[in-house]
Structure formats: structure tokens, C-alpha cells
T-cell receptor
Framework: ETGVTQTPRHLVMGMTNKKSLKCEQH?????MYWYKQSAKKPLELMFV???????ENNSVPSRFSPECPNSSHLFLHLHTLQPEDSALYLC????????????FGSGTRLTVV | KNQVEQSPQSLIILEGKNCTLQ??????????LRWYKQDTGRGPVSLTI?????NTKSNGRYTATLDADTKQSSLHITASQLSDSASYIC???????????FGTGTSLTVIP
């Protein structure tokens, strides 16, 4: 375990469903991130939260809705997704500046059918 | 434009052999460079982190080098094991902001 826990590990959902991904860290980090990893592509930054405040939204469609109730928890709410949204969704955390490196969770493998 | 390029895209080697993975970047100003190992279906795990002033850093059988002048880094794996089969990702952090720049990774397969 890296200290960043993601649930569920696998998720299959229909295009009309609503689901949520959860990320939890107990490393004392202040910044949390959502990344999307599609096959044969670099990791794509989706959202950044610093001290619970969203500091970056990398032009992500509104069908992805993040929530950060505190510095230890991060959610990604999903609704009316498309099959091309199928990917590995990774959560990461770091100290607020990010210069000391960050820790990834194991990811949620999402399949949209 | 800030970019990170890795080569080769994929590599197959025999167990016990050595290999070297390359990372070239254009990110500037530069803060640090990290190599991550990502097993299939898992999140990346940090192997090494190098700052501007460091030329080499080792972590067991993994040795990373950095040439900040030419903006190149390499990851050398010695005496490869089957468990080394994974994707290896180079990540470069600039001096400013919370942005990180990821390479596309090298997929390494170690065969018996």
C-alpha cells in the first residue's frame, strides 16, 4: 500500500448511471489530484485540489464532477459517461508545492458500456 | 512547449540482462525529474527523484542519471528480473506551479 487508497478497484457502468470514485490519503499531504490514463497515452491531469480548494480544472467535461470535503478525501462523481471515458483513473497526493514528489493510488479501472 | 519524450516505446529483454531507458525533456525552468514504475493495472510507484544538481541516483538495481545541460535522463536496470516487467514513466516538474509533465512511458517485458 502506498498510503493513497482508491475504491473501487474496478467499475463497470452504463452510460445513464451515476457513480462515484473515492480516494483517501493519510500521508498528511495537502494537495490531491485526479488523473486519467488511457491506453498508450501519457497520464492526463484532470483536477487539482490544494488545501481543499480546486486550483486546476484541465478542461474536463462536466460529466466528471470532483469533490474534496477535506485534505484527506477526494471524490470523482460520474454521470452520463461515454464509452471513450473508459480508462484507469488515478488519484495522487503531494505536499502543497508538489516539488517533493507525489504518491499515487492503485487506480480505478473504469469501463463504460 | 514543455514536453517529455521517452524511448524506446517498448522493450523485451531476457531475464538477467541489463537495459537502459531514455527520457528527454524540454521542461524549463527545471526543478526535478522522477522515474516511476507502473505495474499493469496499478498506480505508478516512485523509483528515484533527482534535482538539478544531481547526476546519478541509485535504488537497488535501478540507477538513474541526469544531464541537466542536455536535458536527458536515463534509467539503467541491472540483472533484470521477471518482476521488472512494467511501464516506466519519466515525470518532470518545473520550478513553478503544481504542474507535472509525464512521458508516455516505456513498456518493459522481461522474459525467462
Amino acid at each position: 500500500e502506498t498510503g493513497v487508497t482508491q475504491t473501487p478497484r474496478h467499475l463497470v457502468m452504463g452510460m445513464t448511471n451515476k457513480k462515484s470514485l473515492k480516494c483517501e490519503q493519510h500521508l498528511g499531504h495537502n494537495a490531491m489530484y485526479w488523473y486519467k490514463q488511457s491506453a498508450k497515452k501519457p497520464l492526463e491531469l484532470m483536477f487539482v485540489y490544494n488545501f481543499k480548494e480546486q486550483t486546476e480544472n484541465n478542461s474536463v467535461p462536466s460529466r466528471f464532477s470532483p469533490e474534496c470535503p477535506n485534505s484527506s478525501h477526494l471524490f470523482l462523481h460520474l454521470h452520463t459517461l461515454q464509452p471513450e471515458d473508459s480508462a484507469l483513473y488515478l488519484c495522487a497526493s503531494s505536499q502543497s508545492t508538489g516539488t517533493y514528489g507525489y504518491t499515487f493510488g492503485s487506480g480505478t479501472r473504469l469501463t463504460v458500456v | 512547449k514543455n514536453q517529455v519524450e521517452q524511448s524506446p516505446q517498448s522493450l523485451i529483454i531476457l531475464e538477467g540482462k541489463n537495459c537502459t531507458l531514455q527520457c528527454n525533456y524540454t521542461v524549463s525552468p527545471f526543478s526535478n525529474l522522477r522515474w516511476y514504475k507502473q505495474d499493469t493495472g496499478r498506480g505508478p510507484v516512485s523509483l528515484t527523484i533527482m534535482t538539478f544538481s544531481e547526476n546519478t541516483k541509485s535504488n537497488g538495481r535501478y540507477t538513474a542519471t541526469l544531464d541537466a545541460d542536455t536535458k536527458q535522463s536515463s534509467l539503467h536496470i541491472t540483472a533484470s528480473q521477471l518482476s521488472d516487467s512494467a511501464s516506466y514513466i519519466c515525470v518532470v516538474t518545473p520550478n513553478t506551479g503544481n504542474q507535472f509533465y509525464f512521458g508516455t512511458g516505456t513498456s518493459l517485458t522481461v522474459i525467462p
